[in-house]
């Protein structure tokens, strides 16, 4: 297997994606054992010849023989594609690449909402991104979809609940924002924006539990008692993930409360549909 020698990806250490895979390129021999570096051990002389703005929100691959530097979707296909000039070629026709690029923008933008931050790097050279306004709005579009997928695939299992329907399950998650925002009037609008895709971030992670139980029922019947107790154990998580982000948000304790308390007169309006 071909190594790409010389070349270091500035990553961003928080990033548990991108340490999965610049780690996964190191193993791989795809590059050298000196092939990946912190973002925030970026030094002086390398500043001279690195974007450090563009590379928080693109990945930097810089060549340590001649200086040059590639960002993003091209970093990656820099490096797999050394090893794999078939999966370059692909890359780069027109069409896949912009698709590729499109995707990782989405990827990039919002992964501070996905793993959030927990250092305190006011000092330190930071790989956050920049705020992308039409990337956030995509991915709370996205989580919202999943999550209303996995309410209502969950809610059918529940035979005490009404008959539920996507459009609804839909609705009461764009209904979550909403309410949330009321109690952050007079904040900006890129916090309130960034606040939302947190939400929706705690959400996916309880849909992917419910998705778990559901792929589970279908092997196993589970009892009525079974699916709540569990319903409830990912609430409860969800409720501790919530209250952590609002924490590293530096937003106000009452958040975690009122997205509670939404969820209840929820539950309420549906039991009385």
């Known amino acids: 297997m071909s190594t790409l020698n010389n070349h270091t990806l500035l990553y961003d250490d928080e990033c548990m994606l991108c340490n999965i895979y610049t780690s996964g390129f190191i193993s791989a021999n795809m590059l050298d054992k000196n092939g990946r570096k912190p973002f925030h051990k970026v030094s002086k002389k390398e500043k001279e010849y690195v974007n450090v703005r563009r590379a928080a929100n693109e990945i930097a691959l810089v060549n340590n ?26 890359g780069n026709l027109n069409i896949v690449n912009y698709l590729l690029k499109k995707l990782y923008s989405f990827i990039s933008y919002n992964r501070k909402v996905i793993v959030p931050s927990t ?7 930071t790989c956050v991104p920049d705020f992308n306004f039409k990337y956030r709005i995509l991915y709370i579009l996205f989580a919202i979809s999943i999550t209303s997928s996995a309410l209502f695939y969950f809610s059918i299992l529940i035979k005490e609940l009404p008959a539920a329907s996507f459009s609804w399950e839909f609705a009461l998650a764009v209904g979550q924002i909403v309410f949330q925002a009321m109690f952050l009037i007079g904040r900006s609008k890129e916090e309130i924006t960034n606040y939302s895709g947190h939400i929706m971030t705690v959400s996916v992670f309880g849909s992917l539990g419910l998705f778990q139980i559901l792929v589970l029922n279908s092997i196993i019947d589970f009892p009525q008692t079974l699916l709540l107790f569990s319903f409830t154990g990912i609430m409860a998580f969800m409720f501790l993930e919530h209250r952590r982000r ?27 549909i």
């Open 246 to 272: 609002v924490a590293l948000l530096g937003l106000p304790k009452y958040l975690t409360y009122t997205w509670v308390l939404y969820r209840i007169l929820a539950l309420t309006i549906i039991l009385n």
């Open 119 to 125: 250092k305190d790097n006011a000092e330190a050279l």
């Open 65 to 90: 023989e001649n200086k040059s530097v590639t960002y993003g979707i091209d970093s990656l296909l820099k490096v797999i594609g050394y090893t794999y000039p078939w999966m370059a070629k692909i």
